[in-house]
Nanobody, 123 residues
Framework: QVQLVESGGGLVQAGGSLRLSCAAS????????MAWFRQAPGKERDFVGI???????VYADSVKGRFTISGDNAKNTVYLQMNSLKPEDTAVYHC?????????????????WGQGTQVTVSS
C-alpha cells in the first residue's frame, strides 16, 4: 500500500507564499497523475491542480497564475508552490494519486490520499 505524506503547511499573511510537498512511500510508484485538492471547513473537497506522469499540469481557475505544481520523479515527490495567497485559500490541502488513463479532477477517481496539511492565510 502506498502512503502519501504532505508537509509544508502553516500560517501565512495574505500575499505571501508557501510550498507544500507530497512524498510517496513506495518506490517505484508511477501513477498517471498526482494532484492537489483542498477542503475548507463545511465545504466539499475541491480540485486545485494536477501533474500528469508526462509532466503536463492543469489548474483550477481559482489558482491559475498563482499556484504551480512540479515534481521530482526520482524522489517520488510532487510540490505545490503557492504564491499571492489569499484568505480564501485557507483549507486543508491533500495530495492524491490516480491511475486513471483519462485526466480527472473528481476526488472519487483518485486511489491514494495523503492525510492533509493545514494552510491558513490571514488577512
Amino acid at each position: 500500500q502506498v502512503q502519501l505524506v504532505e508537509s509544508g503547511g502553516g500560517l501565512v499573511q495574505a500575499g505571501g507564499s508557501l510550498r507544500l510537498s507530497c512524498a510517496a512511500s513506495r518506490r517505484p510508484f508511477s501513477p498517471t497523475g498526482m494532484a492537489w485538492f483542498r477542503q475548507a471547513p463545511g465545504k466539499e473537497r475541491d480540485f486545485v491542480g494536477i501533474r500528469t506522469s508526462s509532466g503536463r499540469t492543469v489548474y483550477a481557475d481559482s489558482v491559475k497564475g498563482r499556484f504551480t505544481i512540479s515534481g521530482d520523479n526520482a524522489k517520488n515527490t510532487v510540490y505545490l508552490q503557492m504564491n499571492s495567497l489569499k484568505p480564501e485559500d485557507t483549507a486543508v490541502y491533500h495530495c492524491a494519486a490516480t491511475n486513471r488513463v483519462v485526466l480527472t479532477t473528481t476526488p472519487n477517481e483518485y486511489d491514494y490520499w495523503g492525510q492533509g496539511t493545514q494552510v491558513t492565510v490571514s488577512s
